[in-house]
């Protein structure tokens, strides 16, 4: 072990460091896609200042690098005496960022149910509450699930970042093994096979769901 | 077996005016229509029929005068929108039903979410009106399966779940060919046979002339001519006999 190699040991810890990144992009998702529901809703909403907020908050996160969010959180929030493990500050600074995108995304998703399907549900005395939930919600789950689980794409790919204020992740157990074998080639090689291994299956996934959508269009409308 | 027309009207417009933008497309339209009837509303396209039609139930907002529709004033800003529309059901020329829903659901989504009715209770009525309109065989199919005069039909079983009061009919065979118009045209005389009140938007003349009580006849954002069915034969203003010589 003196002269330096990749061991089994090594091999271990980026199987952790895999286990972090799965479970940052667990929580950057589930967080995200819970606050990125709120600021959908907002931005539809006819109430005028929920509308602009969420505007506001999407176009901020969006011409924010994702690297300064983070810092912000990491930093901003210690200033403010929280005093945050990295993993808090990384996940909440995941959770912003996904919120602004996926908000946007399905927001565009729920705009794209047709106007008429509104108005027949309004023309059958549904609230406003209830034709969002019954009738236009359910269609734009349809639509937004392949933009969606792309989406999730960035996401793994994107927890990378969180290496940078210490989180122990796969690219930072990466960069500890390099620190102690020097061989960042072949470190950062197996990083990539590994991101790939996770990020692979979500675009297939995505590219499916997406050609059945459009086969779903294009059904024949003979029974 | 029609009602006899009581005296106050169902649907009253009085000197409606509509514009959108620069395009004046109602200019003073009034008309009553009394329960238990059947008006047709015809003329070119442009000439404000459809205006008029989703004005009636406050899809467009009117600029001045009023409608009155089975109590309610439409034209106030204060209107209970949903009373409103739980009195006046409508049916659009693309049918425009639930796609993500079967054919029963679609017919009980209203009368479970606002009636509050029970499931039992709503699928019970989603059985009566889908055989009204034969199609109770269809009940667990999606809209996309449907032929389009299917899927109309089923537009109407989903407004008549409601249990409107009036019933309008905005252009809703125009999307059908002759011999799917025909199976909804069927559905709708029906309707018109057991007294529902009902305004209908129309291309079918001879329909329009057979089935209907009165027509009313739009030019250029105005009531034109008004009269019985009869009057399709006999034309009094020019710009109708020039309509009607229109192979329509």
């Given at each position: 072990m003196i002269e330096g190699g990749l061991n089994l040991y090594h091999l271990q810890l980026l199987l952790v460091g895999v286990m972090w990144t799965v479970c940052l992009s667990v929580i950057a998702f589930i967080g995200g896609g819970m606050l990125g529901g709120a600021v959908a809703l907002?931005?539809?909403?006819?109430?005028?200042?929920?509308?602009?907020?969420?505007?506001?908050?999407?176009?901020?996160?969006?011409?924010?690098?994702?690297?300064?969010?983070?810092?912000?959180?990491?930093?901003?929030?210690?200033?403010?005496?929280?005093?945050?493990?990295?993993?808090?500050?990384?996940?909440?600074a995941m959770v912003v960022y996904v919120s602004a995108y996926l908000g946007e995304i399905w927001r565009g998703c729920i705009e794209s149910v047709p106007r008429t399907q509104w108005e027949a549900a309004e023309c059958l005395a549904l609230s406003r509450w209830q034709r969002m939930r019954l009738v236009v919600l359910p269609q734009a789950l349809r639509i937004a699930t392949p933009p969606t689980v792309g989406f999730m794409v960035q996401i793994v790919k994107n927890t990378s970042l969180a290496s940078i204020v210490g989180f122990v992740e796969l690219v930072r157990a990466g960069q500890l093994i390099n620190n102690s074998i020097f061989q960042p080639f072949l470190i950062y090689l197996i990083i990539a096979a590994l991101y790939f291994a996770m990020c692979f299956p979500l675009s297939v996934w995505s590219r499916r769901l997406e050609q059945r959508l459009q086969f779903g269009n294009r059904l024949p409308s003979e029974t | 077996m029609k009602e006899a027309p009581s005296m106050t009207p169902v649907v009253e417009l009085k000197d409606v005016h509509k514009r959108f933008g620069a395009n004046q497309v109602l200019k003073g339209v009034s008309f009553a229509i009394p329960k238990g009837q059947v008006t047709a509303i015809i003329g070119k396209s442009g000439s404000g029929k459809s205006t008029a039609l989703r004005c009636i139930n406050r899809l467009e907002v009117i600029d001045s005068g009023s409608i009155q529709v089975c109590g309610h004033a439409v034209h106030d800003s204060g209107i209970e929108l949903r009373r409103l529309r739980m009195d006046v059901g409508i049916v659009f020329q693309s049918y425009n039903?639930?796609?993500?829903?079967?054919?029963?659901?679609?017919?009980?989504?209203?009368?479970?979410?606002?009636?509050?009715?029970?499931?039992?209770?709503?699928?019970?009525?989603?059985?009566?009106?889908?055989?009204?309109?034969?199609?109770?065989?269809?009940?667990?199919?999606?809209?996309?399966?449907?032929?389009?005069?299917?899927?109309?039909?089923?537009?109407?079983?989903?407004?008549?779940?409601m249990?409107?009061?009036?019933?309008?009919?905005?252009?809703?065979?125009?999307?059908?060919?002759?011999?799917?118009?025909?199976?909804?045209?069927?559905?709708?005389?029906?309707?018109?046979?057991?007294?529902?009140?009902?305004?209908?938007?129309?291309?079918?003349?001879?329909?329009?002339?057979?089935?209907?009580?009165?027509?009313?006849?739009?030019?250029?954002?105005?009531?034109?001519?008004?009269?019985?069915?009869?009057?399709?034969?006999?034309?009094?203003?020019?710009?109708?006999?020039?309509?009607?010589?229109?192979?329509?």
């Open positions: 907002c931005r539809i909403s006819p109430v005028k200042a929920l509308r602009w907020a969420a505007i506001a908050w999407i176009q901020l996160i969006q011409g924010t690098p994702l690297l300064v969010v983070l810092f912000v959180c990491y930093f901003g929030l210690s200033i403010m005496g929280l005093e945050l493990p990295g993993l808090v500050a990384a996940s909440f | 039903l639930f796609p993500h829903l079967t054919v029963e659901q679609n017919v009980t989504l209203a009368p479970k979410a606002v009636k509050g009715l029970s499931a039992g209770d709503a699928r019970a009525i989603a059985e009566r009106t889908l055989r009204q309109v034969g199609l109770a065989e269809k009940a667990q199919a999606y809209p996309e399966q449907l032929s389009g005069g299917q899927q109309q039909r089923v537009a109407i079983a989903r407004s008549l779940a249990e409107p009061q009036v019933m309008l009919f905005d252009e809703v065979t125009s999307a059908l060919d002759p011999q799917l118009t025909g199976e909804v045209l069927r559905v709708i005389e029906q309707l018109a046979e057991g007294g529902m009140t009902m305004v209908l938007v129309t291309h079918e003349m001879d329909f329009a002339a057979r089935v209907a009580d009165s027509i009313i006849y739009m030019h250029e954002g105005k009531v034109w001519e008004t009269g019985p069915g009869a009057m399709l034969r006999d034309p009094q203003t020019p710009e109708l006999r020039e309509f009607l010589s229109h192979g329509l």
